[in-house]
């Protein structure tokens, strides 16, 4: 016998298995409400007091940079010996104020000491050479002078001869081989003669050339023996100018070679500031460009006199010169913080400078609702910057509230829930 089946009423009805579609159809109404319905940005929850909260502001945009600057002497003399050595003895000492040839190092050099000697017994040989050549040469002049008066006795004698001989020829009174012979004779002696007179007119002109090749020969060696001896005084390193000896970079003991740098000297008359500054910034630093500083309570004027166009390190280097007149008592090494200027100064929106920066990189930033529970992410673009602000170009207006302290551990948190 069949059993009648009663149909399930009520509540137990929703939990029958053809009521699974009907949950099925209203678990996914659910989600597509949720989905519809729920925050999507992703949140995070920060205190209060760990986050910095500054105001978006109108005002004057100043367009400049800060950078470290150094005093350094607008004049440094190297000191460099012309000749090389051994230091022997250091006389002035770093830091010392020197006076124009005040002896700072001297050298010492035992293989110049010989080329000295050598030179000077050069000279001495040179100079006995000449004076035994001048010798010997009077002693032929007088040679030939004597030689010259005896032939000119015998010229005079057979001159006698033949004009006695030509007169008795005449006469008749004594045959033509006589007087022939006398003739020729006398002819002879004027040869020998004119012949002795010659070489004695040769023999002046050489001994004039030889001798003044000799003694030009000397001069030269009397010269050379001069610069020998002077780089005999380039051993003796002196002060250059007046000023301050910055540095002395030997030992005693120590072989110099010539040319290499022992120390130098710094005027202390007039210095200038050294700066390195940022490659970022290379196009728009040029010469002329104003500065300031605070040194001692007074503000310091100063001018961009030299931009240097080699980049090192991502920096670049340029020099200050004072404008109004170098401060008193400033020193070589000292260092200040000069503001300087790039620009004129602009309206703009503004935001102080903060560590977000680092995260963001300007180009996005949490702002905090009116009612300071909540910040969230927004979309932004920062131009210049100073030491003190942002200059703000698109994303917010005077008047709102942004978090400006560092975003680390922040993560991709699209808002940020603020606990007080």
Not at 58 to 77: A, H, Q
Not at 264 to 290: F, S
């Amino acid at each position: 016998m069949d059993r009648q089946i009663e149909p399930t009423k009520g509540i137990r009805k929703l939990f029958t298995r053809k009521a699974l579609p009907y949950w099925g159809g209203a678990l996914l109404l659910v989600f597509i409400g949720w989905l519809v319905l729920r925050d999507d940005a992703r949140k995070l929850r920060v205190g209060g007091e760990a986050i910095t909260v500054s105001e978006v502001r109108r005002g004057e945009f100043n367009d400049y940079i800060r950078v470290s600057g150094r005093v350094v002497p607008m004049t440094t003399v190297q000191l460099s010996p012309l000749e090389g050595g051994v230091v022997r003895e250091i006389v002035a000492e770093e830091g010392a104020h020197v006076r124009e040839g005040d002896i700072i190092l001297i050298l010492s050099n035992e293989s110049l000491d010989m080329q000295i000697l050598n030179a000077e017994a050069d000279l001495a040989e040179k100079e006995n050479i000449l004076r035994n050549t001048m010798i010997q040469m009077e002693q032929q002049k007088l040679t030939l002078q004597q030689e010259k008066l005896q032939l000119q006795m015998e010229v005079r004698r057979k001159k006698r001869t033949y004009e006695a001989q030509k007169s008795l020829y005449d006469d008749n009174l004594i045959a033509r081989e006589a007087f022939l012979q006398a003739e020729e004779d006398y002819q002879l002696a004027k040869d020998r003669l004119t012949l002795v007179e010659n070489r004695a007119k040769q023999d002046s002109l050489y001994r004039s050339v030889e001798i003044r090749q000799m003694r030009e020969s000397l001069e030269n060696m009397k010269l050379n023996m001069q610069m020998i001896r002077q780089r005999k005084d380039n051993l003796t390193i002196k002060a250059p100018i007046d000023g301050e000896l910055g540095l002395v970079d030997v030992v005693l003991g120590q072989s110099v070679a010539m040319g290499s740098k022992v120390g130098q000297i710094n005027n202390q008359d007039n210095y200038k500031i050294e700066a390195l500054i940022d490659e970022h910034y290379i196009d728009r630093v040029t010469a002329g460009l104003e500065a300031d500083f605070e040194r001692q309570g007074d503000k310091c004027n100063v001018l961009i006199r030299k931009v240097y166009p080699e980049v090192r390190d991502g920096k670049f280097k340029a020099d200050f010169k004072f404008a109004d007149g170098q401060p008193e008592n400033i020193r070589n090494g000292q260092t200040f913080y000069l503001n300087l200027q790039l620009g004129q100064p602009v309206e703009a929106v503004l935001i102080p400078r903060g560590a977000f920066y680092q995260k963001t990189g300007g180009k996005w930033i949490y702002v905090v609702s009116s009612d300071g529970k909540r910040a969230v992410k927004r979309d932004i673009r920062i131009g210049r910057q100073n030491p003190q602000y942002y200059e703000v170009l698109e994303g917010l207006e005077p008047g709102e509230r942004v978090i400006t302290s560092s975003y680390d551990g922040y993560g991709e948190a699209e808002q940020l829930e603020i606990r007080n």
